[in-house]
């Protein structure tokens, strides 16, 4: 992407302050350099809307010819080929995508969900609830689409702050780490994840140690606290210490029970308990990272500054754009009404 000006992050500052540790939350923050190669939830959810619109194009004119979006790339959706066939369609369908993705940040700037774990799949003994919470908003999202006049506006606010919930899963709990190569499907949808959360008293994680960096990184942890780039991220919300980095790797307990990572900004709600062995989040803007079990698992960011399960970044991020689609898909045959889901995507007058 272009690195947006000087003039537009200050106006980044203002506009998305105290961002919590999620995914990177938007592609404006690739100006700094730990961040410039990561997924972001704006960047995840353009990916997945550009696909699920193209499919529903293809379904609806089947001779239509138009340049297929692979989502796993990351590039922009190719509105200006699909112009030629559609008309103006491409001009809203292109406005609906930012939509989408704009709320799917939401969950990390809203004062009444930024900091709640069951708006990020965060803290396992909060993995039922937040589960829970998504299949009533979308019960309600479907019952709204299947109305008569929807209020779509509405519907793409609660859709894209739901998606943010989803994506954040395979980025925050030990899914991917277990092996698994698809999305949960029974997230949102059935109470039963069809697998088992770890219990309150079960430990998942052991401790990681900074002894594992090698002196270079030791130097790179050292050096962010001062980075410029570093001070302006601060001012976004995303607080660093060199003391809350660890490495961390084959650090969650092997036993088949799904977790995830307890964070410090949301220790009113879900305080990470030391003698229990718990998994932290982790990174540099996590101070739970400290305590027993150091470190953390997040896949956030393709950087070991903010996520000590980095290496498994692209595999999250990869994940959660597929869970997406299947996700808006889902809504689509739950509703049954292809006119109503093509306006959704603002594809249909």
């Known amino acids: 992407m272009t ?46 809307v550009c696909k699920v619109q193209y499919d529903w194009l293809i379904r ?9 979006p692979n989502p796993l ?23 609906v995508s930012q939509e989408f993705a704009a709320s799917s940040i939401k969950p990390d700037v809203d004062q009444n969900m930024k900091n709640n774990p069951i708006y990020h799949f965060d803290s396992d003994l909060k993995i039922s609830d937040t589960n829970v919470r998504l299949i009533a908003e979308r019960t309600t999202i479907i019952n709204a689409l299947k109305a008569q006049a929807p209020n779509y506006n509405d519907l793409r606010a609660s859709i894209g702050a739901s998606l943010h919930t989803i994506q954040d899963f395979y980025s925050h709990t030990n899914w991917i780490e277990m092996g698994k190569t698809q999305p949960n499907a029974h997230i949102a949808v059935d109470t039963d994840l069809s697998i ?32 410029p780039t570093n001070k ?9 210490d060199p003391l809350n980095v660890f490495l961390c790797k084959n650090n969650i307990v092997n036993n088949g029970y799904l977790t995830s990572g307890y964070i410090s900004s ?80 603002g594809l249909f007058n």
């Open 266 to 345: 949301e220790e009113a709600t879900a305080p990470k308990i030391a003698s229990q062995m718990k998994c932290s989040h982790g990174g540099g803007a996590d101070s739970s990272s400290r305590i027993t079990a150091t470190g953390g698992i997040n896949k956030d960011t393709n950087s070991f500054l903010y996520s000590p399960h980095y290496e498994l970044h692209s595999a999250a991020a990869d994940m959660a754009v597929q869970a997406t689609i299947d996700y808006l898909e889902g809504i689509r045959v739950a509703v049954n009404n292809e006119n109503n889901f093509g306006r959704l995507l």
């Open 73 to 95: 790339e990351y590039k922009p959706c190719p509105y200006d080929n699909w112009a030629s066939a559609l008309n103006n369609i491409f001009l809203p369908a292109r406005a």
């Open 196 to 227: 088992q959360i770890a219990p309150p008293e079960m430990a998942m994680c052991s401790d990681c140690s900074r002894d594992a960096m090698t002196p270079q990184q030791l130097q790179q942890v050292n050096d962010w606290e001062n980075n």
């Open 60 to 68: 609806k004119n089947s001779q239509l010819v138009l340049q297929s």
């Open 3 to 48: 690195h947006p000006s000087l003039l537009c992050l200050l106006l980044t500052v203002l506009a998305l302050p105290n961002l919590c540790d999620c995914f990177g939350t938007t592609g404006v923050l690739a100006f700094a350099d730990p961040l410039k190669t990561s997924r972001f939830h704006d960047t995840i959810t353009n990916a997945a």
């Open 232 to 240: 302006l991220l601060e001012l976004l919300g995303w607080s660093y």
